[in-house]
């Protein structure tokens, strides 16, 4: 599945990842690769996803703890479709 992140200062990442978790109004939900389409909003909390290869040139403001990584986030919109997943992140 690809990954986009992004905010209104910057694009933070784009790329290939195994799972996203993201934090919904109604709590935590992950989603994986072929996952049904999916329009939400997002709270204050934090993003963490799975990277299917090496991580690299990261935004310094992502944690990297093996192949996951996360970032904090202030709320926004994830919409997934044909197995692309954009977060528009605050």
């Known amino acids: 599945m690809t990954l986009e992140i992004i905010t209104p200062e910057a694009n933070l990442f ?3 990842v195994n799972s996203v978790s993201l934090p919904g109004l109604d709590g935590i939900f992950q ?10 909003s997002l709270k204050t909390g934090v993003l963490q996803f799975e990277t299917k290869g090496s991580v690299e040139q990261l935004n310094p403001n992502f944690k990297v703890s093996g192949s996951t990584v996360s970032i904090e986030i202030k709320g926004g919109v994830a919409e997934l479709n044909n197995n692309k997943l954009i977060v528009l992140a605050d």
Request: aromatic share 0%.
């Open 14 to 16: 784009k790329g290939e």
């Open 31 to 40: 989603v994986l690769n072929n996952h049904a389409p999916i329009i939400s």
